[in-house]
């Protein structure tokens, strides 16, 4: 079985490389220390399809180190003391460079394990992650080694690789493949960055091409569509790209911003993940809105009970009236802000006994002087309410809610200013 195209066109120099221009252009730190030829302990993250793989083959190729790959929901300890077992062999004459692939996998003891053998020059490593290596890399590999930050490949790059790939098939298969007007353009696009996604896509588009009367391949734009369809979204509920995505569309919300918003939306829904869009919209509802507009809950929790009641692809119909509406709303956070404010002061300690009025009925004991509870109840008294203390006596003044510059909150502001200024004379 022939290797996937990705495998088969692999670059042969740098410059056939797509993308990362920040690491890999004349003159950038990562190019320079592959040039040099001393290539130290390594951390390439990034999104998948990105070209980690790619390079770290390069560098081994390069440097004539024997390549081993490993992948970290796989590989176990033992693994390593085979690899390790081969160094002074003819199977690694110039020494072994260990490409570890999903690193976040590795346990702590694994990466411990193998901490033992990049430290003292056995083996150079250079591992890959698609989360944040800070997060879940062993810190004494972290301090080891250096961490370089991949991005996903721009259309235009990704364009020139899908370009060379069709060019590529062509001469392997000997025989001329046409490619209509916007189908490569379409690969590039629908990709979402990742070149190994854009390349399965050309070597599937060319299996499945139109035989023409020379015999040469016709690969269709439409064929492509249909070919690369949903590939551009890249999304993993476990992962960094999941809260990326719920990140930017609950900030987009906060910034009022109804196109973004819209469009965080549509990626979360074309992933299928209604709850966490369903969650995040109404958090935003009461954090970011709040009181400013307090309506706006229970009309977002209608569109959300609404979403879940006809399921995509309808959901998407409430949910976007809802999302658009937050976005346009008034903001305020000053309920959530008083929330956090009270939640910090009982993380310090800072609470004391409930006022004796505010307590359920309890026997006084005898040795209480003053017998009774004293609570005044707001309702006999005019405008439904009386001065009197609720708060313990460690936070007898504290203010922890602050009405926010909009006109409801001011209304209420108002009123009770007005009242409780009366109530007091």
Known sequence: MPAPLADRIRPKNLDEIVGQHHLLDPGKPLRKIIESGNIPNMVFYGPAGVGKTTLASFIAHRTKRTLYKMNGTTATTADIHQVVGRLGTFEAPNGILLYLDEIQYFNKKQQQTLLEFIENGSITLIASTTENPYFYVYGAILSRSTVF???????????????????????????????????????????????????????????????????????????????????????????????????????????????????????????????????????CACEDVGLAY???????????????????????????????????????????????????????????????????????????????????????????WVAQQYLPDELKDTVYYRAGENKTERAFQGYWSAIKGRGKK
């Open 149 to 283: 930050e991949f991005k996903p490949v721009e259309k235009e790059d990704v364009l020139l690789a899908v370009k060379r790939a069709f060019r590529f098939l062509s001469e392997e298969q000997h025989r001329p493949i046409h490619v209509e007007d916007g189908a490569a353009e379409y690969i590039a696009t629908a990709c979402g960055g990742d070149v190994r996604k854009a390349m399965n896509a050309v070597e599937l588009c060319v299996v499945s091409g139109e035989e023409e009367p020379d015999g040469a391949c016709r690969v269709t734009l439409s064929s492509a569509r249909e070919l690369t369809q949903r590939s551009a979204l890249r999304y993993d509920r476990a992962g960094d790209e999941h809260y990326d995505i719920l990140s930017a569309f609950q900030k987009s919300m906060r910034g009022s911003d109804p196109d973004a918003a819209v469009h965080y939306l549509a990626r979360l829904l074309e992933a299928g993940d209604l709850p966490s869009a369903c969650r995040r919209l109404m958090v």
């Open 294 to 384: 307090p309506q706006i809950i229970p009309i977002v929790k209608a569109a959300v009970d609404a979403a879940f009641q006809v399921g995509l692809p309808e959901a998407r119909i409430p949910l976007a009236d809802a999302v658009v509406l937050v976005c346009l709303a008034p903001k305020s956070n000053s309920a959530y802000c008083a929330v956090d404010a009270a939640i910090a002061d009982i993380r310090a300690g800072k609470a004391g006994p409930i006022p004796r009025q505010l307590q359920n009925k309890h026997f006084d004991g005898a040795d209480n002087p003053k017998k009774g509870q004293f609570y005044q109840y707001p309702h006999n008294f005019p405008n439904h």
